[in-house]
């Protein structure tokens, strides 16, 4: 069984548009994370969510809005998107903020 | 900001041969976790170090959390081409709370046969 999961993997479309990305946990875990990691595989947190509450978000334009309708799921929905946006997109979930974190496979998006 | 700066970024070396990775930072952390990522795939982890001074060993990796809780270092003996890939360590932040996992940049292994 896959403890984390996203959808979909690869994510190709043109700038301006809308897209989300989906993710689910089956561990029952508290935390989850949204993380972008550039074409110099710099991991950077860009979300977490704690019993559907944001705790931290970086320095992230308000182009991306996490979205969590149970503490299983964190999806991810980026507006209006850029260029700049193109990396791989990885969502991770952990019992709580110090634990050891679950990646998902993550999703590589690409914007024309 | 917390920083962890990783070293070497990149390092290739032949098979057989021994390897070490840096983990530094100015600050303290509560504990600190390495992850090997694989192309494709997200990371997974390794090893938690949590006490200062503390030496875990997983087979011929060897790692171990500095004194002061501010540093740690792997250590790899005879390394294999399976040892391949992107090694990260990454910081919990001390005194708990709800922040995360302040991550490194990442070392780049490439081991040769």
């Known amino acids: 069984d896959t403890a984390v999961s996203q959808t979909p993997k690869y994510l190709v479309t043109q700038m301006g548009n809308d897209k989300s990305i989906k993710c689910e946990q089956n561990l029952g875990h508290d935390t989850m994370y949204w993380y972008k990691q550039d074409s110099k595989k710099f991991l950077k947190i860009m979300f977490s969510y704690n019993n559907k509450e944001l705790i931290i978000n970086e320095t992230v334009p308000n182009r991306f809005s996490p979205k969590s309708p149970d503490k299983a799921h964190l999806n991810l929905h980026i507006n209006s998107l850029e260029l700049g946006d193109s990396a791989v997109y990885f969502c991770?979930?952990?019992?709580?903020?110090?634990?050891?974190?679950?990646f998902g496979p993550g999703t590589r998006l690409t914007v024309l | 900001t917390q920083l962890l700066e990783q070293s070497p970024q990149f390092l290739s070396i032949q098979e057989g041969e021994n390897l070490t990775v840096y983990c530094n930072s100015s600050?303290?952390?509560?504990?600190l976790q390495w992850y090997r990522q694989e192309p494709g795939e997200g990371p997974v982890l390794l090893v938690t170090v949590v006490t200062g001074g503390e030496v875990k060993k997983l087979k011929r990796l060897t790692f171990q959390f500095g004194d002061a809780r501010k540093d740690s270092s792997l250590h790899i003996t005879a390394a294999q081409p399976g040892d391949t890939g992107l090694y990260l360590c990454a910081g919990a932040r001390s005194g708990g709370g709800a922040d995360g996992l302040t991550f490194g940049k990442g070392t780049h292994l490439i081991i040769q046969p």
């Open positions: 600050s303290v952390f509560s504990s």
């Open positions: 991770a979930s952990s019992q709580d903020a110090t634990d050891t974190q679950y």
